[in-house]
């Protein structure tokens, strides 16, 4: 099976009360490790977003490494609806997940 038809997942971590200056992406794989990644997100409790196009450029990102300015819009929607979602305010995700996105320079 091509890479392009493999489930991928990549994780980020944002502690805005302790100066990170943006999202890292903490883990990311494809194939069973996604599986093992997205695993563990629910057991967590963590909020699972399934979008392919966010997934596609954050696993662009390098390992440990704060997201592209690219994509702080992006991600800070998301984030933003995380929030209201957790508050019982949201409805419906954020455009921007919807929309295309730029690809990430290099």
Request: hydrophobic fraction near 45%; avoid cysteine.
């Amino acid at each position: 099976m091509s890479r392009t038809h493999r489930k991928s997942a990549a994780a980020l971590v944002y502690d805005a009360q302790n100066s990170d200056l943006a999202p890292r992406v903490i883990a990311k794989g494809y194939g069973l490790l996604a599986e093992m990644i997205i695993q563990r997100a629910k057991e967590a409790g963590l909020y699972v977003h399934e979008a392919p196009e966010m997934v596609s450029l954050l696993m662009q990102v390098d390992l440990d490494a704060r997201i592209p300015p690219q994509l702080y819009q992006a991600v800070a929607e998301l984030l933003a609806w995380l929030h209201r979602l957790e508050s019982g305010a949201a409805d419906e995700p954020p455009s921007s997940a919807l929309e295309p996105i730029e690809p990430i320079g290099r």
